[in-house]
């Protein structure tokens, strides 16, 4: 096992995040590694790309758009995201260099990060339209209309646990918290519903519950809206509870793995896989049977 899992120290009540809480539920051992031994973790091309994909989504809105004529507004509005897209992949070469990824492979996600933006103007186009339909605007005031709180920090004192909405879109007299997503399922899990719920907990401790929360998919270009109940605000207040009580030990004993076809499957493995598989001459001796004796060397 690495050295860096000699000694660990571990503050009981940790801040927790809705990711350090969904690897827990997940495997209780990669959230050892990740968040109590504090293991390197290499980045993914996934990471990386959603990263650059979500800081393009936060800064269009903080443009200066007063001098772009209204006529040709929205075709102005998707060269910039597009261009702003380009500037921001330039400015992860190095990231990107660092993945070891084949140009053709560099290039293929480029294209489809690509069409992730794409499919972000044209949601934004389908909602100025909708802004329109509801009043009289022009196109730029739609626009503004549409804006929404951009990565807004989300903590909760008392639960200890802190989380970024990507936007907070206000409808109306209606609130609603919306994720972006770069997952290949249009779907929302209950993965995404877990990490919204306690989005609605914590904001409803800010201000007041959400009225809906959702994922904008941009691979598909869709977006999935859920109504905000009290039971699942309730299941988030119980999971961010569990998280402190299970997590006050330094013991890797106290955090077992779960093997399931996330350790390893046809493409990729767990960052942790190896270390997580790789037997030390401790955890051995705990696992064999008593009387089990193991002969090293040759025999005399």
Not at 218 to 246: D, S
Request: glycine share 4%; proline share 4%; net charge neutral.
């Amino acid at each position: 096992m690495s050295e860096l899992l000699k000694e660990v120290v571990v503050e009981p009540g940790r801040l927790q995040s809705p990711s350090s809480i969904l690897m827990y539920k997940q495997c209780p051992r990669k959230y050892y590694y990740r968040y109590i031994a504090r293991l390197p973790v290499s980045r993914s091309i996934h990471l990386v790309r959603g990263s650059i994909a979500h800081k393009v989504l936060e800064d269009v809105y903080d443009l200066d758009m007063s001098n772009i004529p209204e006529a040709g507004f929205l075709f102005t509005l998707r060269v910039i995201l597009q261009e702003m897209f380009r500037k921001e992949w330039e400015k992860s070469k190095d990231d990107l260099a660092e993945l070891g990824l084949s140009s053709s492979e560099l290039a293929k996600y480029y294209d489809e990060t690509r069409v992730m933006i794409n499919n972000f103007f044209h949601y934004t186009v389908d909602r100025i339209q909708q802004q329109q339909i509801e009043g009289a605007v022009s196109v730029k005031d739609a626009f503004m209309r549409i804006k929404p709180q951009r990565e807004v920090e989300l903590h909760s004192p008392s639960h200890n646990v802190r989380g970024y909405a990507d936007a907070i879109q206000r409808e109306q007299d209606k609130i609603i918290i919306i994720d972006y997503k770069t997952s290949k399922k249009c779907e929302i899990t209950d993965e995404y519903r877990l990490q919204l719920g306690i989005y609605s907990m914590i904001y409803e401790e800010i201000e007041r519950v959400p009225d809906e929360v959702g994922v904008f998919f941009l691979k598909h270009g869709q977006e999935l809206r859920i109504p905000v109940t009290r039971e699942m605000v309730e299941a988030a207040r119980f999971e961010c509870n569990a998280i402190h009580l299970n997590t006050r030990t330094k013991d890797i004993k106290d955090y077992p793995k779960k093997v399931t076809p996330l350790c390893k499957w046809s493409t990729g493995q767990c960052e942790f896989y190896d270390t997580c598989f790789n037997k030390t001459i401790q955890e051995f001796d705990t696992e064999s049977k008593p009387n089990t004796f193991v002969r090293i060397g040759r025999k005399g």
